[in-house]
């Protein structure tokens, strides 16, 4: 089973995940959580940010190609939550009378460093 399924089982309704440092493979976590629905735990994800001491070939040549890499992240999880059609049980109490829901995210797209180390002082900035 994938390990949005694991953490429904085990009674879970928010996990934090630091996908990967590949844009595709954590925008693969989005799909799987907005495919889920409300099954599925709340998930803060994203994009492992790091512009230095990484193996070779698994960092981008510069901070601002991290930075674009988690802008592309963020702004497809934010479109795939956008897309998502609502449903009573993701829904929060609405502020008062007479005002609408407000749905929760299943998702929310977040800034994730690997490490210090592996982050330039540009990246952290």
């Given at each position: ?10 009674g879970t ?28 735990p ?5 994009v ?33 939550e956008?897309e998502?059609a ?40």
């Amino acid at each position: 089973g994938s390990v949005l399924a694991h953490l429904t089982r085990t009674g879970t309704t928010t996990a934090v995940a630091f996908g990967s440092d590949s844009v595709a493979s954590t925008c693969s976590l989005v799909d799987a959580a907005t495919i889920a629905g409300a099954v599925a735990p709340r998930v803060w994800a994203g994009v492992v940010s790091m512009d230095e001491l990484a193996p070779a070939g698994r960092r981008p040549s510069t901070a601002q190609q991290v930075l674009e890499e988690a802008e592309t992240f963020i702004n497809y999880a934010r479109a795939q939550e956008r897309e998502r059609a609502p449903s009573d049980e993701e829904s929060a109490p609405g502020g008062g009378q007479g005002t609408a829901p407000q749905r929760v995210p299943l998702v929310e797209p977040v800034v994730t460093p690997r490490f210090i180390p592996s982050c330039s002082a540009q990246l952290l900035t």
